[in-house]
């Protein structure tokens, strides 16, 4: 099985090797969850760029194992936002977070 995988930038060597591997096996939502809570463990460690890729993978990976509405995808969103946020991108967050409203079945509006 071939996936193509595009990233928003490239991340440093250890990051990228660890997606180009999670890319390498068919998609889990647990795989997702997985990567999620590494690319916390980065964002708490002010390493921003780093936990974005790997959100950006989680997400993906979380999307083609489970579908938009999948509690894991949500889930991922929720802390995705967060970054984006805290990185000072409320639009994006602004954007992600009424995505999870929608798909938790809460209707769109201020935060």
Request: aromatic share 6%; net charge negative; with cysteine.
């Amino acid at each position: 099985m071939t996936r193509t995988i595009q990233l928003k930038k490239e991340p440093p060597a250890d990051v990228a090797q660890m997606i180009y591997s999670a890319y390498s096996i068919p998609p889990s939502t647990e795989q997702a969850e997985a990567l999620c809570a590494y690319a916390q463990m980065q964002a708490m460690f002010g390493k921003v760029e780093q936990a974005e890729a790997v959100y950006d993978c989680a997400l993906n990976i979380a999307l083609e194992a489970g579908g938009p509405d999948d509690p894991v995808v949500i889930s991922i969103k929720k802390h995705y936002s967060v970054l984006l946020r805290n990185s000072g991108r409320e639009k994006e967050a602004d954007a992600m977070h009424r995505q999870v409203k929608a798909a938790s079945g809460d209707k769109p509006g201020p935060n």
